[in-house]
């Protein structure tokens, strides 16, 4: 009668990994090695590669680089002297748009807003202090033209007592030629009342006029060409005020109040398919 254990005995053709044995890893093992032979030299050995990048294995390398290179530079000039607030010079930053291209990445808006932050706190060391990689650092970031860059053309009375000022609004344009007066007003050689039918849009016309109390110490005469009555009548509000701000410079903060000097970007949204309107839905009929 054959013992418990030769029972369980493997067979001598098969190997014993296929099976459950009290010692399954001896079939599998690797044989002992032995280190008094072996022999050692300086040749480097196979080994893991280590990436450059610290954020080589996150899922957007390029922003954490740069977010990581200007975290450097500002602990590194961090006690520098720096502009009191406002005095610093007026930088346009790439835009998120742009900043996606550069980098290939659909990166997310507040990410990018934590590059703007570092960026205006490196902007902000002083000029004459600034060292040079940060100053290479910050031009990799700026708009190739930059707005704050440009000086407003600035316009004289004529030699006739002329003052012109350009408004848009909408898609309309006003050229308003302003010249001290007794109140008169002419837009494409027609009087105010017959130029706009509507009173809010007369008012609209001269409110610069108006709202300086100057109405009756200035003539108007305009040129007036496409939208409708409303967006030309507020394009020749902005017309207006520019040219009264060229006889007297001082009404600027009086206009500003009045609403006159900002430029209105608002457009009339367009339609899109399937809406009746910009996005007026058609009534739903469940049959």
Same mark, same amino acid.
């Given at each position: 009668m054959r013992s418990r254990r030769q029972e369980h005995q493997p067979s001598p053709g098969r190997s014993s990994r296929y099976f459950g044995t009290s010692r399954p890893h001896l079939a599998i093992a690797a044989p002992e090695i032995d280190f008094s032979t072996q022999q050692y030299d300086d040749r480097p050995k196979t080994a893991r590669v280590v990436p450059a990048s610290p954020s080589y294995f996150t899922g957007k390398p390029d922003f954490t680089d740069n977010f990581l290179h200007l975290q450097s530079l500002? !602990?590194?000039?961090?006690? %520098?002297?720096?502009?009191?607030?406002?005095?610093?010079?007026?930088?346009?930053? @790439?835009?998120?748009?742009?900043?996606?291209? !550069?980098?290939?990445?659909? %990166?997310?808006?507040?990410?990018?807003?934590?590059?703007?932050?570092?960026?205006? @706190?490196?902007?902000?060391?002083?000029?004459?202090?600034?060292?040079?990689?940060?100053?290479?650092?910050?031009?990799?970031?700026?708009?190739?033209v930059n707005p704050y860059a440009n000086v407003a053309k600035l316009h004289t009375v004529d030699q006739d007592g002329r003052a012109i000022g350009v408004g848009r609004r909408k898609s309309a344009t006003a050229r308003v030629w302003l010249v001290e007066g007794e109140g008169e007003v002419l837009i494409n050689g027609k009087g105010l009342h017959i130029a706009f039918g509507r009173i809010h849009d007369r008012e609209s016309a001269v409110w610069a006029l108006k709202a300086t109390q100057r109405i009756d110490k200035y003539n108007v005469w305009a040129l007036v060409e496409g939208g409708g009555s409303t967006g030309q009548a507020e394009a020749l509000t902005l017309g207006v005020a520019k040219a009264l701000m060229v006889h007297e410079p001082l009404l600027k903060p009086a206009l500003r109040r009045a609403g006159c000097v900002t430029r209105d970007p608002r457009r009339v949204e367009r339609k899109k398919p399937g809406k009746l309107k910009a996005r007026k839905m058609p009534a739903w009929v469940k049959r």
């Open positions: 500002l !602990r590194k000039y961090q006690l %520098l002297p720096v502009f009191a607030p406002g005095q610093a010079p007026r930088v346009a930053w @790439r835009t998120l748009p742009q900043y996606r291209i !550069r980098v290939g990445e659909p %990166l997310k808006a507040s990410k990018y807003q934590k590059i703007i932050k570092l960026l205006h @706190r490196l902007n902000h060391i002083h000029t004459s202090l600034m060292p040079a990689e940060v100053r290479e650092t910050l031009e990799g970031y700026k708009r190739d």
